[in-house]
């Protein structure tokens, strides 16, 4: 199991952007796939994007589809989430998750979770 560190977290203008990380340890990050869920106050833990373990496929629940980019870096052992036109209803925790598979338009999360990271979008 990996252990994953977020971070890029914030308070940001409704149209505004934020990248986040998610920087993993261990030696398994690059052979799966990884995604990011959020979890808004009061809601459940809901599916953000995800990615294979090579960065070549991705899939994005609708909502986000065109506003936001995931990428990894797996020489750094690292994902991103770029964040673009952001609205109030992108507010929520974003947790990063790995050791995942991404099969055929469905992201099936592994069992490795971040801490989350706040994100607050506000004017």
């Known amino acids: 199991q990996v252990q994953l560190v977020e971070s890029g977290g914030g308070l940001v203008q409704p149209g505004g952007s934020l990248r986040l990380s998610c920087a993993a340890s261990?030696?398994?990050?690059?052979?799966?796939?990884m995604g990011w869920f959020r979890q808004a106050p009061g809601k459940e833990r809901t599916f953000v994007a995800a990615i294979d373990w090579s960065g070549s496929t991705t899939y994005y629940t609708d909502s986000v589809k065109g506003r936001f980019t995931i990428s990894r870096d797996n020489a750094k052992n690292t994902g991103y989430l770029q964040m673009n036109s952001l609205k109030p209803e992108d507010t929520a925790v974003y947790y990063c998750?790995?050791?995942?598979?991404?099969?055929?338009?469905?992201?099936?999360?592994?069992?490795?979770w971040g801490q989350g990271t706040q994100v607050t979008v506000s004017s």
């Open positions: 998750n790995a050791e995942g598979y991404l099969l055929y338009g469905s992201y099936d999360a592994g069992t490795s």
């Open positions: 261990g030696h398994t990050f690059s052979t799966y796939g």
